[in-house]
Every structure is written in C-alpha cells, then in structure tokens.
C-alpha cells in the first residue's frame, strides 16, 4: 500500500462569495492526504487508492482478465484496473464524460440501458471477468434519502453485474455502513460463493461509505 502522511493543516477563510459548507469542503479537499498524493502521483482522484486496497486484500485483478467499470468517471478505477490486467480489457461506462485513458474503452451511456450491455460485449469481446462500481447518487443530506438512493443503485449494478459476469467473477460495489440491505444480501449470496464488506483506510472515517466484494460468481 502506498504510504501516506500528514502535513501540517492548512486553514480556509470563508470567502466574501463561498458558503460555509463549501469552505469546510475546501479546507477538507486541501487537508486530506490521500487528494494529496493523488496529486503528486498523478492519479485522477483519491478515489484510486480504494480499488488498490481492494485489489491488495481480495486480489481481483489478474493480467488478462475483463473488467467493466460502471460509473467511471473521472477514471481512477479504470487507470488502476487497466495497469493490472493490460490494454483493451478495460471497458468503462458513465453517464457523465470521462478522459481517455490509454487502454481503456468508454462510453458515455447510462448503464441501465441495453446499448451499454452491447458497448461492454463488444469491447471486451465477450462476458467480464470483473465488475467494478464506485458510482455514488448525489447527496441530499438526508439519510435516509440517501440510503435508499446509492442502495439503488447498486442493485441496479448488481442485475447488471450478473447479465455481464463469466463464471468465477467477481462484483465490487460502494454501498453505506451498515452493509448491503438484507434482501439483497441474501440474493447475493445465492449467486456468489463468497460476499464479504470492507472499508478501505482510504475512505474517510467520517465517511458512511464502505464495499461490498461479491467473488465466485455462480451463473
């Protein structure tokens, strides 16, 4: 893992034109060192350093494998997944723009519709070996709201992890603490040998997000 360090904090006035919560937002982004190194290792967002804990604990990744990115932008899932397995197995969907990566087919589509199963099949010439979502809805700061919001979208990802699945894959979602809801817990686990939750030390401690990692799919 990569190591990471705190410096000393940096404090942000609230501007004549910013809002207080934009402020602590800022001041959060320019004190967190994980946005950081990101930074200084070129990477896309902090949001890298999750898929690699991930990928370091349940190993996910192998040279040749297939892996569909749902909600890819702005693309650190992708760049981490397309240096373990090689150019042209990497195919990333969101309904939001991305930049190029080298490797790694995108479309821009939303991924409930039947043009992004036909986009995912064609560019990885056949079913994923992995399926990787670290799509999130916009928060309403209501938790209940926002429960139910990101818990539907990953049982929308969940139905379209096991249409595109081979055999033996693996789905990786973002759900909230307190895991993934029951009912759809207990089907995963009738599709899947193993269906674990972790929380990466990238993801901030004040954070509700955690994963759920789904391996061995059984079609």
């Known amino acids: 893992m990569v190591a990471i360090s705190n410096r000393t904090k940096v404090k942000v006035k609230t501007a004549k ?8 937002w800022l001041q959060r982004q320019l004190n967190d060192p994980y946005v950081k190194k990101a930074h200084e ?4 967002s902090r949001a890298t ?5 991930i990928d370091e604990k349940f190993h996910l990744f192998k040279y040749g ?8 932008a702005p693309g650190g899932w992708s760049e981490v997944a397309v240096k373990k397995v090689g150019k042209g197995n990497v195919a990333s969907i969101d309904i939001l723009d991305m930049k190029p990566i080298d490797g ?3 479309k821009q589509v939303d ?9 995912l099949f064609d560019a990885l010439k056949g079913k994923a070996d992995v399926v990787i979502s670290d799509i999130a809805p916009n928060t309403t700061g209501n938790q209940v709201v926002d429960h139910l919001q990101i818990m539907a979208l990953v049982e929308q990802a969940y139905y379209f992890a096991i249409d595109v699945l081979k055999t033996g894959g693996s789905f990786v979602a973002k759900v909230r603490q307190g895991g993934t809801e029951a009912s759809l817990l207990s089907e995963m686990k009738k599709h899947f040998s193993s269906v674990k939750h972790f929380k990466p030390q990238s993801s901030r401690k004040e954070s ?3 994963y759920v990692i789904a391996q061995g799919f059984k079609d």
């Open 17 to 24: 034109y910013r809002s207080k919560s934009s402020t602590k």
């Open 41 to 44: 290792m070129g990477y896309r």
């Open 49 to 53: 350093f999750k898929i690699i804990e």
């Open 65 to 72: 494998f297939k892996v569909a990115d749902i909600g890819s």
């Open 104 to 106: 790694v087919h995108f």
């Open 111 to 119: 991924f409930n519709l039947d043009e992004a199963k036909e986009f």
């Open 208 to 210: 509700a997000e955690t």
